[in-house]
C-alpha cells in the first residue's frame, strides 16, 4: 500500500502563479522527500526535509512538513511552463531505508 | 541522470519468456534499487540492494529476481514474464540511502 497520498491529483495553473501540492502519510517517518518526474523520464530529487525539520527552502521551491498531522507541503513559487511535470513526495521510515512513493500530482503550467 | 544507464531502454516480449533487465551506475554508490511504475500505482520498490550479493525484497517481488555480483550492475529478471508485469522499470541508485538517483527507465511490453 502507498504511504504517501498526494493531493491534488492533477493542477493546472498559469506562468507566474504558485503551485501548491500536499502529501499524506501514515507512518512515523524519518524523512521526507519530494521528486519530479517530467513525461518519459525518469525522476528527480527535488528536496529532502528530516522529521526534526519544519520548513525548507531551495531556490523557488519551499517545503513544510507537520509530522502531528503527518503531512507535507510543496509550493513552487513563480511557476514556468517548465515545471509542468509530475511531482511525487516519497517518505522514509527510519533512517537508509526504503522510501515508499506517493501516486504523484500532475502539475500543468500554461503559458 | 547522475552515471545511471539502464538497458534495453525497450523491450517487447512474449508471455513465458524470461527477461533480464540491466542496470548500470559509474558513481560506485552503495545501494540500488529496482522500482516498476504504473498508472495508479506510483512507484512500487521490486527489489534492492544493500551491497555486492546482499539484496532484499520490497513491496511487489513476486515474480522477480534480481543480482549483484559487483558494484556497478544490478540486474533484474523475470523468470517467466506475464503480462501483469508490462510497465516501466526504473533504476535508483543511492549513497546513503536517502536521496536516490533515477535512471531513465525500460519501456517493458509483455504480450
Known amino acids: 500500500s502507498q504511504q504517501g497520498e498526494e493531493d491534488p491529483q492533477a493542477l493546472s495553473i498559469q506562468e507566474g502563479e504558485n503551485a501548491t501540492m500536499n502529501c499524506s502519510y501514515k507512518t512515523s517517518i524519518n524523512n521526507l522527500q519530494w521528486y519530479r518526474q517530467n513525461s518519459g523520464r525518469g525522476l528527480v530529487h527535488l528536496i529532502l526535509i528530516r522529521s526534526n525539520e519544519r520548513e525548507k527552502h531551495s531556490g523557488r521551491l519551499r517545503v513544510t512538513l507537520d509530522t502531528s498531522k503527518k503531512s507535507s507541503s510543496l509550493l513552487i513559487t513563480a511557476s514556468r511552463a517548465a515545471d509542468t511535470a509530475s511531482y511525487f513526495c516519497?517518505?522514509?521510515?527510519?533512517?537508509?531505508?526504503?522510501?515508499?512513493f506517493g501516486e504523484g500530482t500532475q502539475l500543468t503550467v500554461n503559458p | 541522470d547522475a552515471g545511471i544507464t539502464q538497458s534495453p531502454r525497450h523491450k517487447v516480449t512474449e508471455t513465458g519468456t524470461p527477461v533480464t533487465l540491466r542496470c548500470h551506475q559509474t558513481?560506485?554508490?552503495?545501494?540500488m534499487y529496482w522500482y516498476r511504475q504504473d498508472p495508479g500505482h506510483g512507484l512500487r520498490l521490486i527489489h534492492y540492494s544493500y551491497g555486492v550479493k546482499d539484496t532484499d525484497k520490497g513491496e511487489v517481488s513476486d515474480g522477480y529476481s534480481v543480482s549483484r555480483s559487483k558494484t556497478e550492475d544490478f540486474l533484474l529478471t523475470l523468470e517467466s514474464a506475464t503480462s501483469s508485469q508490462t510497465s516501466v522499470y526504473f533504476c535508483a541508485i543511492s549513497e546513503s540511502a536517502d536521496t536516490q538517483y533515477f535512471g531513465p527507465g525500460t519501456r517493458l511490453t509483455v504480450l
Open positions: 516519497a517518505t522514509a521510515e527510519t533512517s537508509g531505508s526504503r522510501l515508499t
Open positions: 558513481e560506485n554508490h552503495r545501494y
